[in-house]
């Protein structure tokens, strides 16, 4: 199967599973579960549009692998693995604030970011119905308009997103790496869900990314779009993401963040 049609089955699906997060939405959203800390939440819609998304994959694709936020991982003979978070920004989506996703991608080699290779991935944004999509080789797109990275400028008018991780403590870290940064760059958002941040670095909305603590179904599809358009995406000092950190930005840019983020000890050292 082409990168094409794989696309077109990321794309569909997220559709679908963001047109079901946006009707839960419009009823009683409530917390179903905590996960890694007291902050890190759950709710049943969650988990249904997983399962949703699960089954249609199964449908589509059984022979393929699947490995999702909610449920895991498991099965799968092709080589192919589907990452998945049903919804990308809980926190948001349980307060209504409107930025949270739908993220599905499709991945081929063990379902691992340094080493997998991602074929196709689609971010779907239920509350304001924005889709981005991307393929190897075949460009980034919001809705069917090319996406480019911005062209950087000065340092001193970088506008960069982040988030921050549910642990407090190193939570607190990433607090005192933003205040070392804030007088150094334009300005700094953290919207609170990493797909659409990414896709922000594809659209040009901001100029860089960067996040300690994500995990593989945070960015698979979201930086494949950003690669797409023309951003580098890797760890700190290592060419590939990993939980230990994630960076997007136009290569340039790039290139004079590395540095700048290790000097301000964002996050340390970076490994496999």
């Known amino acids: 199967m082409t990168d094409t049609?794989?696309?077109a089955i990321a794309r569909g699906i997220a559709v679908e599973a963001a047109e079901r997060v946006a009707e839960a939405r419009r009823g009683i959203v409530e917390v179903a579960d905590v996960k890694s800390s007291s902050v890190d939440v759950v709710t049943q819609v969650d988990r249904d549009t997983e399962s949703f998304i699960r089954s249609r994959l199964l449908e589509l694709r059984p022979d393929d692998a699947f490995l999702g936020e909610e449920s895991g991982g498991g099965g799968g003979t092709s080589g192919l693995t589907w990452v998945v978070d049903p919804i990308d920004g809980t926190v948001n989506f349980l307060y209504g604030i409107p930025h949270y996703a739908v993220s599905i991608a499709v991945v081929e080699g063990e379902p691992d970011p340094q080493s997998w290779t991602a074929l196709a991935g689609a971010v779907v944004n239920p509350?304001?119905?924005?889709?981005f999509t991307g393929s190897a080789g075949g460009g980034a797109f919001?809705?069917?308009q090319p996406l480019r990275v911005a062209q950087p400028d000065s340092l001193e008018r970088t506008l960069l997103a982040t988030g921050f991780a549910y642990d407090a403590a190193v939570r607190a870290e990433q607090g005192a790496v933003v205040a070392r940064l804030l007088s150094r760059v334009r300005d700094i958002r953290r919207m609170g869900t990493a797909s659409l941040d990414l896709c922000a670095v594809a659209a040009g909305r901001v100029d860089g990314y960067f996040e300690r603590t994500l995990n593989p179904w945070d960015h698979a599809a979201g930086a494949l779009i950003a690669e797409e358009a023309g951003a580098r995406v890797s760890g700190?000092?290592?060419p590939r993401p990993s939980t230990a950190?994630?960076?997007?930005?136009h290569p340039e840019l790039a290139a004079v963040l590395e540095p700048l983020l290790i000097q301000v000890d964002a996050g340390g050292s970076d490994g496999p």
């Not at 950190?245 to 930005?249: E, G």
Request: net charge negative.
């Open 245 to 249: 950190f994630l960076l997007a930005a």
């Open 127 to 131: 509350a304001t119905g924005e889709l």
């Open 236 to 238: 700190l000092g290592v």
């Open 5 to 7: 049609s794989l696309l």
């Open 142 to 144: 919001l809705g069917e």
